[in-house]
């Protein structure tokens, strides 16, 4: 249970995390600066961003990009780094909520984040430890039994690369005897989501694409033209995006009161060596189980296990990581109940109110796109696809997003925090019940 004296050497700009640690070597980009001219600017160099401006310059838009920090400084350089396919509601939510038409769209997309991901990787030979396989866990027989039901409307949606898992193969995943059982989903997997970023932010470069960190946005005008101000520069721009999810701050107020940061937390054990990972997890994959507050899991390319979950409405961090998730790894792993813990870390996503991911317009040039509530890895590759297709001409995807009806949380910022914990609270009684 001791702590590694080296933990905390990581590049000064990024959280503590095992991914800053391990990440692979990027140049310095210099901040805006002067007046500067852009067909496209994207706002965010986590996946929203870079996502959206390497689609665009696929279709041979001059892009510029701008990033308060690094490239994948927040969510996308911090999170689980599993590739779950679907949203935070499962389909059968968004037909009763949407209508059939709505949820027949939105299933026709919602495993092309894996996909989209893994031919950029392929394309642009990305060095990121891509791994195939996840895993939704059961902890009784309820879990289970939605499982099943997902694994029916995703495969009436042409997502058939599933399998269920009883208790005894769910441990080809998972050597642990918490689960009853699964899912697996093929399509799904894991990754390092900062080598991630960082190779899509190399494969934008190469296309002539530019990225400026350090230069925060302080004021955005519509336009036409669209002008983005930091304190050193003015992109003046035909069409900007705003991909800044949960670390958007005030910089562009319309889209504030969308979404509400909420913090979850993961951390690295000491390197297990090549014959515990494989025996803890024979197969590879990651695992999430299927509690409203969820533990996730995997192993990294150096076998340690990453382990993640908790939630902190509001977007606040835990005084102690470490204390905060180590009952849920005994739990999990009895045997790594006393393994070093190397790093441990917080981040940021965005919800929104509905749980389904917020695209829109808030003016004929200015797109946006955030809210993934949980499902951000694969859904962020997803929504720059269809922002740079709706840019380039053909919105109808997108449209399929921007149509569906989106509130502001009750209560404003003063009670979107107490009235989500509140919410919580009564999911999880809920299951503590067995209900």
């Keep these: 249970m001791s702590r590694n004296p080296n933990k905390q050497r990581f590049p000064a700009p990024h959280a503590p995390s095992y991914y800053a640690q391990s990440a692979n070597t990027a140049p310095e980009r210099p901040a805006a600066r ?3 001219r852009a067909q496209a600017c994207v706002i965010g160099a986590g996946f929203s961003g870079l996502s959206t401006a390497l689609a665009l310059a696929e279709r041979g838009y001059q892009v510029i990009v701008l990033e308060a920090s690094h490239v994948g400084w927040g969510a996308s350089g911090r999170n689980g780094g599993q590739l779950v396919n679907g949203y935070s ?6 037909e009763q909520r949407y209508g059939t038409e709505a949820a027949r769209a939105l299933g026709a997309m919602a495993f092309e984040g894996a996909d989209i991901i893994r031919e950029r990787v392929a394309r642009y030979d990305i ?3 891509l791994r195939a396989g996840g895993v939704f866990a059961a902890l009784n027989a309820r879990q289970m ?3 099943k039901t997902r694994k029916t409307s995703w495969e009436a949606h042409g997502h058939d690369d599933l399998e269920l898992l009883d208790d005894t193969t769910i441990r080809e995943h998972a050597a642990t005897d918490l689960y009853v059982g699964g899912l697996l989903d093929r399509r799904g997997g894991h990754v390092h989501p900062m080598n991630l970023a960082l190779g899509e932010a190399a494969a934008l470069e190469s296309l002539g694409g530019v990225i400026h960190e350090q230069s925060p946005v302080v004021r955005l005008e519509h336009g036409p033209p669209a002008r983005v101000h930091t304190d050193a520069a003015t992109i003046t721009a035909d069409t900007v995006v705003v991909c800044g999810n949960a670390y958007l701050g005030n910089a562009v107020p319309d889209l504030r009161d ?37 533990d996730y899991y995997r192993m990294s390319g150096d076998h340690r296990l990453l382990f ?6 509001g977007g606040t961090t835990p005084a102690d990581i470490e204390a905060k998730l180590r009952p849920h790894l005994k ?3 009895p045997e790594l109940a006393e393994a070093r813990i190397d790093y441990a870390w917080s981040g940021n996503f965005a919800l929104t109110l509905t749980r389904i991911p917020h695209l829109g317009q808030l003016a004929d040039n200015v797109y946006f796109s955030h809210g993934y509530s949980g499902h951000g890895v694969t859904t962020t590759h997803l929504a720059g696809v269809l922002l740079a297709e709706a840019i380039d001409g053909d919105a109808s995807r997108f449209n399929a997003f921007a149509g569906l009806k989106n509130h502001a949380f009750p209560g404003g910022r003063l009670l979107r925090v107490p009235l989500s914990v509140l919410g919580s609270w009564y999911y999880q009684t809920k299951e503590k019940l067995g209900m």
């Design 331 to 333: 739990r999990t792993f």
């Design 308 to 313: 993640g979950g908790g939630t902190v409405y």
């Design 89 to 94: 509601r499962d389909l059968d939510v968004v």
């Design 145 to 147: 039994a939605d499982l």
């Design 34 to 36: 002067g007046e500067i």
């Design 127 to 129: 060095d990121c430890h």
């Design 258 to 294: 969308r979404v509400m940061p909420v913090a979850t937390q993961v951390m690295a054990t000491e390197p297990l060596g090549a014959d515990v990972a494989n025996r803890l997890m024979p197969a590879g994959s990651c695992v999430e189980d299927c509690n409203y507050m969820l």
